[in-house]
């Protein structure tokens, strides 16, 4: 009889940096890669996959430079398989341009390596997966995915594989690692999980025959077996042992990279396996770990803030540039600018929970990544300018220009650093004391200074402001700052901000009524801040026995008018929260600390949406600090934006209280608990969401647009229920031993002290936007958000620009939808083509017709900017390009772009051949 087959798989799980740097875990990369290579030297059919990324070989070959010749033979061969991703994310804690970005990254140095990336997404250790992360792999060529995490509650245990659909219905075929992504690693371990071990070969060949038992289940071939754990080192003695194995057994053993996996899978008949709809964060088998989205919240804000700057503003001015025929040397550094951003986003950096160093790294990297694309944004400036001019001749006042890089007419929002560099020196345009800012017509434009001060970069003196104003697709229009006795201050009490459309009433103790004049909606006392005792670890919250949680009504906020102008009104509210100064597992401290607050409300002419920035100086340790809306109804559910699309979450009931802690030694980490299904926990209805948070009935409801990941839930009290939002975690160690927690058995990691997650003397700083809407209105809370993210480019008017002659330029890209939100615009990494990404955020589909400068032909592609076989270009209608796009479907585009004969030198003013 005909063994059965049993792919055998070896790997490693490689966390780039998590309880050591990534300096030190570099060294142990090395041992493993030369590991690794010694067995492809000794056994030719060897096989070796490198955990579904490209950053280790990278990192590797940056070090050992004079292997890449002997690895470039592997990759070529497919003996070594490294991909498709560049860095394994996070999903809920990055965004879904930066997924797409990864893949494009990791795809392309594997072609670089002479390679092909795998069909398969492996992703086996990854925190929970969102509900469009189907749509994303599909759209990129992906038709098969491979995880371990999240499926507890929605799939039943026992399956391995099924249908996963996303939320515009592209389904993908799941092996999902039931057993865990490491159920062949250390073969016979006389003593798993220490410092020392011996090998036992009869339990080596026993634990792979008891591993393809395990596989064989009902839904059968392809089985699989996983030889490598986190930071494993290849097992010299795994060849040995597949072959005596295959001797002793029913089961033929045989080396596998993903592609022979995701061939099995594409040979099985799928029409009748589960198919399932919606996100992956259930606990079960295996722990979410949804603490992270709130532990380090720095790092989520930051990280929102680059994507922000890289997808919204930097990338699209790249490529609107380039359709004007200035193509920039610039792409480079847009690639070293990811390049930074995505070695922030594995799922032990960007969660939070690695060893201080680390994440100290992470915001050096962050911070190389903005200061990159911002430097774009200045030079596609200095592009724009030269191409439609910048003041008229003769006048003196500081400008900017502004640009609407979403393909329809818009009411935009911008936060402007004006840095007055001076007309013929440094420094000789000082801001003036009071000012307007008007338009190219002398229309004064609503805004509001919020601070002012001298520039640490240059030797002169700069002012930030934050306006809002109705801007044509695609079209550079100018501003100016005219100087003017006093403030042109909007009225207001102090009290009250109000418009045509809201009014928010604000109360002494912190929170705020909220009235949407179009919907006789009305919320009240929001925004009031609660604070509990968090005895857990970086990976999850923890409750104490016999503490709940304090909400500070009684807390008196100073109000103060802040100089709102022209249509522009802000309050500021300043308080101090009493927060006990430490926790443990036993109890909470009874000295307390003052947490100072600052909160800023801000209210445009013409916009429903209150803008909401607050910010925070932690000053105690071991808590979590949520942000409050009582809601004035009941609900059962809240809906969630996720990346391009969202999610209806079900309100559940708190847990039962917390019992009191176990004070045994409760052992170390093992490994080997991964894939055993956890009976007994208690967990948290938190969810996560980083577009919006939606709580809502039949006549409407309140939407709190976040712009960051973040976690939340419906508390009920019986009276009424109130929406939380997690907006400071403080912690102190990298994971807590077994049974430290209430909510997680198992251990996440070491039990590493971690002081800088207790966020002493950080400042937390965060933005929100709240909005009311009526039932009918429910649907377009998604497109708010997105629009909410899409800020508005900005760039000062230079003293060398030629003299703009008043004409205002035709918008490069337009689209008479707009319902089809403008995801990427972007030169290609080839810098031969535009991409042009559209999201449809609703539930029908949309059309429109899509016109783009100069373009000839609008060709369909993947996200990974690769055309399929067959591709047919979108037909031409109307001047334009006739496009439909499916119910919360994305989908991208390739537009050629003729490469320019001459390139501009700034600096010295002359046009110069490429």
């Known amino acids: 009889m005909d063994k059965k087959p049993v792919l055998v798989m070896p790997t490693t799980h490689w966390d780039r940096a998590w309880y050591w740097t990534f300096q030190r875990f570099r060294v142990r990369l090395i041992d493993l890669i030369q590991a690794m290579l010694t067995q492809f030297r000794l056994h030719p059919d060897y096989r070796f996959v490198m955990d579904g990324q490209t950053v280790p070989l990278e990192d590797y070959l940056e070090a050992c430079p004079e292997d890449r010749k002997e690895i470039e033979q592997l990759v070529k061969s497919g003996r070594l398989q490294l991909g498709p991703m560049y860095t394994l994310p996070d999903h809920y804690c990055t965004g879904g341009e930066s997924l797409i970005r990864n893949l494009l990254t990791g795809s392309e140095l594997v072609r670089q390596l002479g390679g092909t990336p795998p069909r398969m997404l492996y992703l086996p250790d990854s925190f929970g997966f969102p509900a469009d992360l189907p749509t994303v792999a599909a759209g990129a060529g992906f038709q098969q995915i491979s995880f371990m995490r999240g499926t507890s509650g929605c799939v039943p245990h026992e399956l391995r594989m099924f249908i996963w659909e996303g939320s515009d219905g592209s389904p993908v075929q799941v092996f999902r690692l039931r057993d865990g992504y490491a159920n062949a690693a250390h073969l016979g371990s006389a003593l798993p999980g220490r410092i020392q071990w011996a090998y036992d070969h009869e339990k080596a060949v026993e634990r792979l025959i008891a591993a393809a038992t395990q596989q064989d289940d009902a839904q059968g071939s392809p089985r699989l077996l996983l030889a490598g754990v986190d930071h494993m080192i290849p097992q010299p003695q795994l060849d040995q042992a597949m072959k005596d194995a295959t001797a002793r057994s029913g089961f033929n053993f045989t080396y596998a990279v993903l592609d022979d996996l995701a061939s099995g899978v594409e040979k099985k008949e799928s029409g009748d396996w589960l198919r399932y709809r919606g996100e992956f964060r259930g606990t079960g088998c295996s722990h979410i770990l949804g603490g992270t989205v709130s532990t380090r919240i720095h790092l989520k804000q930051t ?161 930030e402001i934050e306006l809002m104003t109705e801007l044509d697709p695609f079209a550079p229009i100018r501003f100016f700052m005219e100087p003017r006795e006093v403030w042109p201050l909007t009225a207001m009490t102090p009290d009250m901000l109000e418009n045509d459309l809201v009014r928010i009433d604000v109360h002494g103790n912190g929170s705020f009524d909220v009235t949407d004049k179009v919907t006789g909606q009305v919320l009240r006392h929001a925004g009031l801040f609660s604070d509990q005792g968090d005895c857990g670890d970086s990976y999850d919250f923890s409750d104490i026995a016999d503490d709940t949680e304090r909400i500070f009504d009684g807390i008196h906020f100073e109000r103060k008018i802040l100089p709102g102008c022209s249509g522009c009104q802000c309050m500021e509210l300043r308080g101090t929260l009493p927060v006990p100064e430490d926790s443990d597992r036993y109890g909470r401290s009874g000295k307390t600390v003052d947490l100072p607050v600052t909160i800023r409300l801000t209210l445009f002419r013409g916009d429903r949406e209150l803008r909401i920035n607050m910010i925070m100086l932690n000053t105690a340790k071991s808590h979590r600090l949520r942000w409050n809306l009582e809601l004035p109804f009941r609900t059962d559910h809240t809906r969630a934006g996720q990346k391009f699309c969202e999610v209806r979450h079900e309100v559940r009931p708190q847990p039962p209280p917390a019992a009191a802690c176990s004070t045994q030694d409760n052992g170390a980490f093992n490994a080997a608990e991964m894939g055993q299904e956890l009976k007994e926990f208690r967990v948290h209805p938190e969810f996560t969401a980083d577009q919006f948070i939606a709580a809502e009935n039949a006549q409407g409801g309140a939407a709190l647009l976040i712009g960051l990941p973040v976690n939340y839930e419906v508390v009920d009290n019986g009276e009424s229920q109130r929406l939380a939002v997690c907006v400071l975690r403080s912690i102190g160690l990298l994971s807590r031993r077994r049974n430290e927690m209430n909510t997680r058995p198992t251990m996440a990691g070491p039990d590493t002290p971690v002081p800088g997650a207790q966020l002493i003397g950080r400042q937390i700083n965060l933005s929100f936007g709240l909005r009311l809407f009526a039932s009918a209105e429910s649907g377009g809370v998604l497109r708010a958000a997105f629009l909410d993210r899409a800020i508005a480019f900005h760039g000062q008017i230079s003293p060398r620009a030629p003299a703009w002659d008043g004409q205002t330029a035709a918008p490069a890209v337009q689209c008479n939808n707009d319902a089809l939100m403008l995801s990427a615009l972007k030169v290609s990494h080839d810098r031969k083509h535009i991409v042009v990404r559209l999201l449809n955020p609703t539930d029908c589909a949309q059309t429109g017709i899509l016109k783009i400068a100069g373009a000839r032909q609008l060709v369909p592609c993947l996200h990974t900017e690769r055309i399929e076989e067959g591709a047919a270009p979108v037909k031409r209608a109307r001047g334009g390009f006739a496009i439909e796009v499916p119910p919360m479907g994305l989908n991208s585009y390739l537009v050629r772009i003729k490469k320019p004969e001459y390139r501009y030198d700034y600096e010295y003013g002359l046009t110069l051949p490429v």
């Open 303 to 463: 990280n929102a803030d680059v994507e922000r700057l890289l997808t919204h503003v930097a990338e699209p001015a790249d490529a609107h540039c380039a359709l004007l025929g200035r193509l920039d040397s610039t792409g480079s550094v847009l690639r070293t600018a990811w390049k930074h951003l995505l070695k922030t986003h594995p799922h032990d950096d960007i969660t939070g929970c690695s060893v201080d160093k680390v994440h100290e790294d992470d915001e050096y990297q962050m911070d190389e990544a903005f200061d990159a694309a911002d430097a774009v944004r200045r030079r596609m400036s200095d592009v724009l300018q030269h191409r439609f001019g910048g003041r008229r001749e003769g006048d003196r006042r500081y400008g900017f220009i502004l640009v609407n890089q979403q393909p329809f007419r818009r009411l935009c929002q911008a936060r402007i650093t004006m840095d007055f560099e001076g007309f013929e020196k440094w420094g000789d345009a000082p801001p003036p004391e009071f000012y307007a800012v008007v338009d190219e017509a002398g229309r004064e434009i609503p805004f509001v200074e919020l601070r002012r001060g001298r520039s640490i970069e240059h030797p002169h003196r700069f002012a």
